[in-house]
């Protein structure tokens, strides 16, 4: 199983950016998918996660207003659009899904996720 992200880039302050999570095989459209985000020096921290119907999500405090999840299970994708990027927002971006099939807990641990994605870079600049 592989996941590929991409989408990021180095925007100013107030652009928006919207990032892929494409999977090589079926393991998204059964699973949770989640973001997860790094800034150097920090430790990895949630961003969404979305249920594999794609009818639950979770979405952090900092980012709820800003960020969606959503996701094609057709082209085996999720999206994380990222809209009035702040300089706080700089970090890797990885996605990240579940072994688990049809699980419907949206879990926030990194942990418990089994497979990743290479991570993508966004850099907002004030």
């Known amino acids: 199983v592989q996941l590929v992200d991409s989408g990021g880039g180095r925007v100013q302050a107030g652009a928006s950016l919207r990032l892929s999570c494409v999977a090589s095989?079926?393991?998204?459209?059964?699973?949770?998918v989640g973001w997860f985000r790094q800034a150097p020096g920090q430790e990895r921290d949630v961003v969404a996660v979305i249920s594999w119907r794609g009818d639950n999500k979770y979405v952090g405090e900092s980012v709820k207003s800003r960020f969606t999840i959503f996701r094609d299970n057709a082209k085996n994708t999720v999206y994380l659009q990222m809209n009035n990027l702040k300089p706080e927002d700089t970090a890797i971006y990885s996605c990240?899904?579940?072994?688990?099939?049809?699980?419907?807990?949206?879990?926030?641990?990194?942990?418990?996720?089994?497979?990743w994605g290479q991570g993508t870079h966004v850099t907002v600049s004030a």
């Open positions: 990240a899904a579940r072994a688990q099939a049809f699980g419907e807990i949206l879990y926030q641990d990194a942990r418990r996720y089994d497979y």
């Open positions: 095989g079926d393991v998204f459209s059964f699973n949770t």
